[in-house]
């Protein structure tokens, strides 16, 4: 099957990549000048990489390049099984390359959004035939992150999903199916991680440094919070932020913060630009307070948001928990799933806690989800 992938930036490239390496004709277009170039360009770097790492060998970094066309032209997306789209973020452009692509290929190609933000339903209600189209959410970079995100909007058919699911499962990816609502699973689940950070930084209960030290050394994640998001960028995390706080009604869940707006507008993106919530051109380590009861009351603080997110997104029917579970070990590298988590925890001990930030702080923002009211009046577990 001919897949075809419309959009040659950093997820269009790398989308490419995976389904040369599974075999697949494709076919890479970009309409922007010299962004096929750099695609190209870079991809044959990271083969080549691959090549010195032995993880390929010399004949298929060959056979993936000569299975890709690199092309300007969109009419050369013609004879796809699969068309996946990776363009900017914009809804108006997004609905006019899917028309686009509509009258060029067959009625049984199944025409795919990357979207982070847009539902999938808007992106489809663009075509004529709208029960083709899904939501395919790979996370960056695309090749090296297990999870894919599947999206059926309200038009899509149980066969696209069902065909889109075994397609990227054939591919070794994980795959999750979600809801189509702002955030899908892991773009909504892990907003605390970044938000009650910066909430427990404002209040000045601890500095950067000891946040992201306990989380790392007590709570067992790979990056702390602060780490990840001048890894992610101030900008685009912030971004994430604010439209999944839009897209909620201004839910106070997922208000964004101000310490993180200005750093944005500083120009401290994170390591991109030398400087975020640290400073990448100097030397110095900055100063922990290993404090191992303050750090875990941090950790505890930052979890229990991250599990009523969780359980929030399994009592709206977001996802399945396994599927919840899943997206949050394989799309960010949690070292549990987060309903797992909550039984080890016990789901009394996390309602409580809740409960006493929500009395506390009188904000709406602490406010624990209904499932884990329900489930401690019923005395259950997630497993
Ligand atoms: N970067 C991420 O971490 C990430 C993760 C998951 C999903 N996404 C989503 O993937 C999509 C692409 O993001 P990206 O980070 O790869 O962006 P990018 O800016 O790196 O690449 C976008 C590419 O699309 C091309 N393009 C723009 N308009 C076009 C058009 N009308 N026709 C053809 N090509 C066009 C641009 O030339 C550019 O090469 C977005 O919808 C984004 O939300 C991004």
């Given amino acids: 099957m001919k897949v075809s992938v419309v959009g040659a ?10 389904a040369a390496t599974n075999g697949h004709e494709v076919c890479l277009y970009d309409s922007f000048d010299g962004a096929i170039e750099t695609a190209e360009s870079k991809l044959k770097k990271i083969l080549n990489r691959l090549v010195e790492k032995e993880r390929i060998t010399q004949q298929e970094n060959e056979s ?16 796809s ?15 006019k390359v899917f028309s686009e692509i509509e009258k060029l290929v067959d009625e049984d190609c199944i025409i795919a959004s990357n979207t982070s933000s847009l539902s999938i339903a808007s992106i489809a209600s663009a075509l004529k035939k709208s029960d083709r189209v899904v939501g395919i959410h790979f996370f960056n970079p695309a090749p090296l992150m297990p999870l894919v995100e599947i999206i059926p909007a309200v ?9 889109a ?31 009650e950070a910066l909430r427990v930084y404002e209040e000045g209960v601890a500095d950067f440094a000891t946040i992201d030290w306990a989380m790392r050394e007590l709570g067992g994640f790979r990056m702390g919070p602060f780490q990840l998001m001048d890894y992610i960028g101030n900008d685009i995390n912030y971004t994430v932020t604010e439209t999944v706080f839009t897209a909620f009604y201004y ?6 913060s101000f310490t993180q707006k200005r750093m944005m507008e500083a120009g401290y993106l994170g390591r991109k630009s030398g400087r975020g919530y640290y400073n990448y051109s100097t030397e110095n380590t900055p100063k922990i307070n290993e404090d191992k009861e303050l750090g875990q009351q941090i950790v505890n603080r930052i979890l229990v948001m991250l599990i009523n997110e969780a359980a929030d997104a399994l009592f709206l029917n977001i996802a399945t928990k396994e599927d919840i579970d899943l997206s949050m070990t394989k799309g960010v590298n949690y070292p549990k799933g987060l309903l797992v988590w909550a039984d080890e925890i016990g789901i009394k001990n996390i309602l409580s806690q809740l409960e006493d930030l929500q009395n506390e702080y ?6 624990p989800s209904p499932l884990l009211k329900r489930m401690v009046a019923t005395n259950k577990t997630f497993y």
């Fill in 155 to 163: 038009q899509t058919s149980e066969s696209t999903l069902t065909k």
């Fill in 81 to 95: 099984g699969l068309v996946i789209e990776a363009i900017i973020e914009d809804l108006d452009i997004k609905q």
């Fill in 165 to 195: 699911k075994s397609i990227i499962d054939s591919w070794g990816k994980v795959t999750v199916i979600a809801k189509d609502t702002p955030g899908f699973i892991v773009n909504r689940v892990a907003r605390p991680f970044y938000g």
């Fill in 362 to 367: 009188g904000e709406d923002r602490y406010r």
């Fill in 9 to 18: 930036g950093t997820m269009g490239a790398g989308i490419a990549q995976i």
């Fill in 64 to 79: 993936i390049l000569e299975r890709i066309n690199f092309t300007k032209e969109i009419k050369n997306i013609t004879g």
């Fill in 251 to 256: 839910d106070q869940r997922y208000k964004p």
